[in-house]
């Protein structure tokens, strides 16, 4: 029998809301330092009436593994609000974040291998969380247990029993890491780059495996990639981030069959077939980064667009629903006037 974590008056409240999040960080300039923001006011909701697989997809520096330390409560936000069940994260004592927060949210990183000591038996792990969170009344429980929990994942305990992380493949590898982060019945998965490390074969199978965890186990999943054909399998949801903006987020058929945001256009342009499991990190030709993108005024792609108005130089382009997604672009800002849109500049290189 499991023992389940929970606090009162959370249960009706969202499982996840983001509100105008930043974590700012200085880089150093010889003597002097600059701020940038490597998430800039981010905002969402993930509903707990609905699991939902929630896509976060942008190029190196985008922000992403940012966004997920803070959300993870590993990274403290600089500015705006993150709440978990009604409670803001920040304000969680030590002892909460241990007996509750950790308990919900789990995290699900890159480097399978990096999570396990190569020294220690694999399985050992998955007991080790089973007992400190109490999740089952009694020790001879444990394997039944454990033993549930892998199956979730296409694994039994008999095949790693025993076995040290270096015994097995970086497809097991993850799946038990995976496993770990079940053990506590979490609502929320917090998975950033988990297939990354894997073969484009063994990407599908994990990915899968999410979506199979939110239909079954109800969990709902932040699923960080750079991969693109794998955030539009899986995703209901995508957000996509550009120099710590949430450029455009909505329903991942809508932003992803139909982009609004000249970025996000560029994104699905390299790649060959959204649908094929070619990762778009070797394919992707973004043009040169520039280095002040952090930092400049206006809009940080006004540098690489291709649809760049001279508003957007100096003006923060706000987030504007249109065609059931938020887009944050002056080209569907009807404040703008239309003369200048259709005047845009075009691409030079
Ligand atoms: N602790 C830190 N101190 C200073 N700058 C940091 C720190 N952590 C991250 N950054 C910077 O913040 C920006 C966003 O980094 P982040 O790791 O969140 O990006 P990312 O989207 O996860 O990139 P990748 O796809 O390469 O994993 C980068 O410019 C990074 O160098
Ligand atoms: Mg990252």
Same mark, same amino acid.
């Given at each position: 029998?499991?023992?389940?974590?929970?606090?009162?008056?959370?249960?009706?409240?969202?499982?996840?809301?983001i509100?105008?999040?930043?974590?700012?960080?200085?880089i150093r300039?010889?003597?002097?330092?600059?701020?940038?923001?490597?998430?800039?006011?981010?905002?969402f909701?993930?509903?707990s009436?609905?699991?939902?697989?929630?896509a976060v997809?942008?190029? !190196?520096?985008?922000g992403?593994?940012?966004?997920?330390?803070?959300? %993870?409560?590993?990274?403290?936000?600089?500015?705006?609000?993150?709440?978990?069940k009604?409670?803001?994260?920040?304000d969680?004592?030590?002892k909460?974040?241990?007996?509750?927060?950790?308990?919900?949210?789990?995290p699900?990183?890159?480097?399978?291998?990096?999570?396990?000591?190569p020294?220690? /038996?694999?399985?050992s792990?998955?007991?080790e969380?089973?007992?400190?969170?109490?999740?089952v009344?009694?020790?001879?429980?444990t394997?039944?247990y454990i033993?549930?929990v892998?199956?979730?994942?296409?694994l039994t305990?008999?095949?790693?029993?025993? /076995?040290y992380?270096?015994e %097995?493949?970086?497809?097991?590898?993850?799946?038990?890491?995976? =496993?770990?982060?079940?053990?506590?019945h979490?609502?929320?998965?917090?998975?950033?780059?988990?297939?990354?490390?894997?073969?484009?074969?063994?990407?599908?199978s994990?990915v899968?495996?999410?979506?199979k965890?939110k239909?079954?186990?109800?969990v709902?999943?932040i699923?960080?990639?750079?991969?693109?054909?794998?955030?539009?399998?899986?995703?209901?949801?995508?957000?996509v981030?550009? /120099?710590?903006?949430?450029?455009?987020m909505g329903p991942?058929?809508?932003?992803?069959?139909?982009p609004?945001?000249p970025?996000?256009?560029?994104?699905?342009?390299s790649i060959?077939?959204?649908r094929? !499991?070619? =990762?778009?990190?070797?394919?992707i030709?973004l043009?040169?980064?520039?280095?002040d993108?952090y930092? /400049?005024?206006?809009?940080?792609? &006004?540098?690489r667009?291709?649809?760049?108005?001279d508003?957007?130089?100096?003006?923060?382009p706000? !987030?504007?629903?249109?065609?059931?997604?938020?887009?944050k672009?002056?080209?569907?800002?009807?404040?703008?006037? &239309?003369e200048?849109?259709?005047? %845009?500049t075009p691409a030079?290189?």
């Amino acid at each position: 029998m499991t023992v389940t974590a929970s606090m009162p008056d959370s249960e009706s409240a969202p499982l996840l809301e983001i509100d105008d999040l930043s974590k700012i960080f200085h880089i150093r300039q010889g003597f002097a330092s600059q701020e940038f923001h490597a998430v800039d006011n981010a905002s969402f909701v993930i509903d707990s009436d609905k699991p939902e697989i929630f896509a976060v997809v942008g190029e !190196s520096g985008s922000g992403k593994t940012t966004l997920a330390k803070m959300i %993870l409560g590993m990274e403290s936000a600089s500015q705006g609000i993150l709440r978990y069940k009604n409670r803001v994260v920040n304000d969680l004592s030590r002892k909460e974040m241990k007996t509750w927060f950790y308990h919900e949210v789990q995290p699900v990183f890159q480097d399978p291998f990096a999570a396990f000591s190569p020294l220690k /038996r694999i399985d050992s792990y998955l007991y080790e969380t089973a007992q400190n969170y109490k999740m089952v009344e009694n020790k001879k429980e444990t394997p039944r247990y454990i033993n549930e929990v892998l199956s979730a994942v296409g694994l039994t305990l008999a095949e790693i029993a025993g /076995r040290y992380p270096n015994e %097995l493949s970086g497809g097991q590898a993850q799946r038990v890491a995976i =496993a770990r982060a079940l053990i506590t019945h979490p609502s929320l998965i917090v998975a950033d780059e988990p297939v990354s490390m894997l073969d484009a074969s063994l990407r599908m199978s994990i990915v899968n495996m999410f979506r199979k965890l939110k239909e079954d186990n109800k969990v709902s999943v932040i699923y960080i990639t750079h991969d693109l054909a794998t955030a539009y399998y899986t995703g209901d949801r995508i957000a996509v981030m550009l /120099r710590g903006w949430i450029v455009e987020m909505g329903p991942t058929e809508q932003v992803l069959g139909n982009p609004l945001h000249p970025y996000t256009q560029n994104l699905k342009s390299s790649i060959p077939s959204i649908r094929s !499991s070619e =990762a778009w990190e070797e394919k992707i030709d973004l043009a040169v980064i520039e280095a002040d993108e952090y930092t /400049r005024t206006g809009c940080k792609f &006004a540098g690489r667009c291709p649809a760049v108005m001279d508003i957007c130089h100096d003006n923060v382009p706000p !987030s504007i629903m249109h065609e059931g997604r938020s887009v944050k672009c002056f080209l569907y800002d009807d404040a703008v006037d &239309a003369e200048k849109k259709r005047m %845009l500049t075009p691409a030079t290189g």
